[in-house]
């Protein structure tokens, strides 16, 4: 693996870099990006945010400037990417930024700890290796590679040369029938529900909904109020019954933590006495402990898998390899799907019948 995976290290180039470097946006992404930047003593000089945007803020003590008055004050300059993006007239403009100055969107893990470096991929080189052998289908194998390019270099060309339309999902890979039982492992508000039934014209045998967090649980029983024929569980997906501490955010992010609010968390097994057909799970880095609380479940329905590869640096192989554990029919597919960082990189598996 490590043959592929050739680009120069992000973190590596900015140690070198000649120009001054600037953060493009604020808040908690960027504070991450910062203490990663400290680690290597490396300086930046500003920071900026869309031109539309600026209304007087500061951050860190600077004033945070406008993208036309980076351009002016420095002519040539480094932009890091703090936050994240999935919406088309965004990307676009991101699109149009890496053209004009040397732009890169850094990789630093949602869940778990340490740098994505080709150290990293060496260390893990025969996992990496297995996991890429087991996917089934060329787009994936590339796509997997050109994330795996991105983490290193920060390059957001390797982001928009694999982006995969959501909407395509369903027609080529899933083939969600109108008589699905779903299970959503970290259901937020409902959306990824929505995109379920838009897929199958909204008809589905029944579904039940996990969402630890108290807030998103009251909005995901709020928007789903008019749905029958679903449970919702205040509830995180686990492998076995247990309460853990949790960082409370009230949004997609929100994970298990060291401290925090106690909540109760299940596994899939345990909860779930149904014929599941098909099990998504986005959950925040603990996809892996869900797949080991959803074994009897899978091995013996079968479903259609769907689970997010982004949160820990350990899922792009860890999880292909326990999913083809489960049962060696399943084929694995790697996606990733419009956004900025390398979030909404996902695997999904199917039975296939002929094996």
């Known amino acids: 693996m490590t043959e592929l995976i050739n680009d120069v ?35 930046y000089r500003d920071v900026f945010a869309s031109d539309s945007f600026v209304r007087g803020h500061s951050f860190r003590g600077k ?36 053209g004009e100055c040397e732009f890169y969107a850094p990789t630093v893990p949602v869940a778990g700890k340490g740098l994505f470096t080709p150290d990293y991929i060496k260390e893990h080189n025969e996992d990496f290796d297995k996991a890429y052998n087991i996917l089934c289908d060329e787009k994936s194998k590339s796509d997997f590679i050109n994330i795996l390019n991105f983490k290193i270099s920060g390059k957001t060309d390797y982001l928009f040369r694999s982006m995969y339309e959501k909407e395509r999902l369903y027609e080529d890979i899933l083939h969600l029938s109108d008589d699905e039982v779903i299970v959503d492992l970290g259901a937020y508000d409902g959306d990824t529900i929505r995109e379920f039934l838009s897929a199958t014209d909204g008809k589905y045998k029944k579904i039940y909904a996990f969402e630890p967090d108290e807030k998103n649980f009251r909005k995901l029983t709020k928007k789903t109020e008019q749905l029958d024929r679903i449970e919702r569980f205040n509830l995180g997906a686990w492998d076995k019954k247990e309460t853990l501490f949790f960082a409370k955010k009230g949004a997609r992010s929100s994970r298990t933590a060291e401290s925090g609010i106690p909540v109760s968390f299940d596994s899939v097994d345990n ?50 390899q326990k999913i083809k554990e489960l049962d060696s029919r399943y084929n694995v597919y790697f996606r990733q799907h419009p956004y900025i960082p390398a979030w909404e990189s996902n695997f999904y598996a199917v039975i296939d019948d002929n094996k």
Request: glycine share 4%; aromatic share 10%.
């Open 271 to 320: 909860t779930v006495k149904d014929a599941v057909t098909f099990l998504k799970m986005d959950i925040e880095g603990a996809e892996a402990k869900a797949l080991d609380g959803a074994r009897k479940t899978i091995k013996k329905y079968l479903p259609k898998l769907y689970v997010c590869a982004y949160h820990r640096n350990e899922d792009m192989y860890v999880l292909p």
């Open 9 to 43: 290290p992000l973190w590596d180039r900015l140690k070198k870099a000649d120009k001054p470097i600037v953060l493009y946006g604020m808040g908690n992404g960027a504070d991450m990006i910062i203490e990663v930047l400290d680690s290597f003593s490396i300086k």
């Open 63 to 98: 004033k945070v400037l406008t993208y036309s008055e980076i351009k002016e004050r420095y002519g040539e300059f480094i932009a890091l990417m703090t936050f994240a993006v999935h919406d088309a007239p965004t990307l676009q403009r991101i699109k149009e930024m890496s």
